[in-house]
């Protein structure tokens, strides 16, 4: 999967503008690529440029989301529910907190790795379009770990990189609200490729959802369905 990446000015936007360009594009890891299916935006603190509840970002930098106030293109990894490792890119300006969750994506190499990794304990192997269904899955499928946080996607040695795909006409690009979120759960920063098998089913954030993320003492919301 050699290739030019992208250059950064295309990520250097407001989340929004920069989930949309997202999708098609190709993230590898190892011997893994896949192309990016469904993404959602998350903007920054109150009093930024994004203000958004729902971002990890909102009550500003933090050691784990420092990475989000940026520069763009690089890689934001956190663990969610203390499980699941999810994925975004930062976008945005240097200072100016955003970054673009990578929801779901299609599996173009690896498949003997990624099935191995996606088979559960009880020895059963998802169907190939589930593979990388979801963030949490999606972070399965490559292979990331916490340490892979804040690598520059960008930069051709790195181990976590980003790399053009087939360009999406925006006639292919669907809408929504977010997934799972109780907070900020009227906007539609969602974003996925029509007809894409691979792409997450949307479902409401709950109470159930708040209850498990105070019981865990996050207290934020970003990302909370994998």
């Not at 030019?4 to 295309?10: A, G, H, I, L, N």
């Not at 976008?91 to 996606?118: F, M, N």
């Amino acid at each position: 999967m050699a290739g030019e990446t992208p250059p950064r000015s295309r990520l250097a936007v407001d989340p929004v503008t920069a989930a949309r360009r997202l999708l098609g594009h190709v993230v590898v890891h190892g011997p893994v690529a896949l192309r990016i299916t469904e993404t959602e935006a998350y903007g920054g603190p109150d009093g930024g440029r994004h203000p958004d509840p729902g971002a990890h970002s909102y009550r500003g930098p933090t050691p784990r989301s420092a990475v989000m106030f940026g520069p763009a293109g690089h890689a934001y990894v956190y663990r969610s529910y203390g499980i699941h490792l999810c994925v975004n890119i930062t976008c945005e300006g240097d200072g100016e907190a955003g970054a673009v969750l990578l929801r779901s994506a299609a599996v173009l190499t690896g498949d003997d790795v990624v099935a191995q990794r996606r088979t559960s304990r009880s020895g059963v192997v998802p169907s190939p379009h589930r593979w990388a269904m979801g963030p949490g899955n999606l972070g399965a499928a490559l292979g990331v770990t916490l340490q892979d946080s804040g690598r520059d996607v960008l930069d051709r040695t790195s181990d976590l990189r980003l790399l053009p795909g087939e360009p999406v006409a925006p006639s292919s690009v669907g809408t929504g609200p977010r997934v799972g979120l109780t907070v900020a759960t009227g906007r539609p920063w969602r974003f996925w490729i029509d007809g894409e098998p691979s792409v997450s089913a949307y479902r409401p954030g709950s109470a159930a959802v708040r209850a498990r993320r105070l019981g865990s003492g996050t207290g934020d919301a970003e990302g909370s369905d994998w």
